[in-house]
């Protein structure tokens, strides 16, 4: 009887020990998963973003045409023959393209930056430039700060560590 009570114990071990091996070989598929679905989301809402930045850059090229349309407008004014040292009135227009100029040039990066982003997320390449990107996103209140927040938490996981970096042991 008490041989027959260790043979019990040791057939209850094995298939307990093995259930535990198959469940955490399950979790693991179910985090790798998780992590590939995820950061293809991630990878979606920065070419979104990045759409609409693009979008958002053609109202610079609008104040670079109006900032035009002024200079050709204000140079044939008359200049007063009697006030010196003051700024031509076409100023105003080179200023106001020099503005729109700026504008549309960063908006045009930051469009170039989250669509170079997304292809980093989706080939698993380039964390830390995906984490830089990520930090001026937050800068973009409320779409870019949540898209941000989320690659942070997305990209600072362990298992997501290991698509990026294979040889990483956490």
């Known amino acids: 009887p008490q041989s027959k009570g260790l043979n019990d114990n ?4 094995a298939p307990d020990a093995l259930r535990g091996r ?3 070989a399950e979790e693991i598929d179910r985090q790798t998963i998780l992590d590939d679905e995820h950061l293809r989301l991630l990878s979606l809402g ?3 973003t990045g759409g609409f930045s693009a979008l958002f850059s053609l109202f610079g090229l609008l104040y670079v045409l109006i900032g035009t349309v002024m200079v050709g407008a204000l140079s044939r004014v008359p200049q007063n023959a009697g006030k010196h040292g003051d700024m031509p009135p076409e100023f105003v227009g080179w200023i106001f393209g020099a503005i729109g100029l700026g504008l549309f040039c960063a908006l045009a990066g930051t469009a170039a930056l989250k669509f170079w982003t997304a292809s980093c997320l989706r080939r698993r390449k380039s964390r830390t430039f995906c984490m830089v ?3 001026l996103s937050c800068l973009e209140f409320p779409y870019g700060t949540a898209i941000g927040v989320f690659t942070f938490i997305v ?3 362990p298992s997501v560590e290991r698509k990026y970096y294979p040889s ?3």
Do not use: N
């Open 10 to 13: 040791r057939k209850g071990a």
């Open 22 to 24: 198959l469940m955490m």
């Open 46 to 48: 920065y070419m979104i």
């Open 133 to 135: 990107v990520a930090a």
């Open 155 to 157: 990209l600072s996981r």
């Open 168 to 170: 990483y042991q956490p």
